[in-house]
């Protein structure tokens, strides 16, 4: 009787696993089908010569995706100074742009997620950070071990398009 249920259980897992990645071969060609002619890389002016990994932002049809931005001084490597205050501020100001470059302004961002490398400058982020929003967008905030170029602070965003 035990040998009976336990291949009746192997049996309907099997058929749960086989449903799902069905399912998601499906799903997969009908998201590269549907959306590869709506994606738009957006690239902000001097960083073309940068040779980073990755786009500033992408667009897919009203959605902005911005990537990790740090308070690097435009189209350089090298960080704001003025400590956490100074990149923050510097960060922030690169958002404004890579935003309003796909289309949108900032009163338009709904998701931030902030990497900070020492979570006890915290309440320091936060007093830049609010200073450009009106209505704050929901948001996450962690502490990094470690950020790109030694930043202080990274901020992604998700933004719709006007």
Known sequence: MRYGLQRVWDMTVRKIIFSICIGALVVGCEHEH????????ITAP?????????????????????????????????????????ETRQTMENIKTAVELAGSSMDRIVKCSLFIADISDWGAVNEVYRTYFDVPPARSAFG?????????????????AK
């Open 34 to 41: 549907k959306y590869t002619s709506d994606i738009e890389f």
């Open 46 to 86: 001097g960083t073309q010569d940068m040779n980073l990994p990755f786009s500033p932002a992408v667009r897919v049809g009203n959605t902005i995706y911005l990537s990790g931005n740090l308070g690097n001084i435009p189209g350089t490597l090298e960080l704001a100074p003025g400590g956490i205050n100074g």
């Open 144 to 160: 990094a071990n470690g950020l790109a170029l030694g930043a202080k602070i990274e901020i992604d965003c998700i933004a719709i």
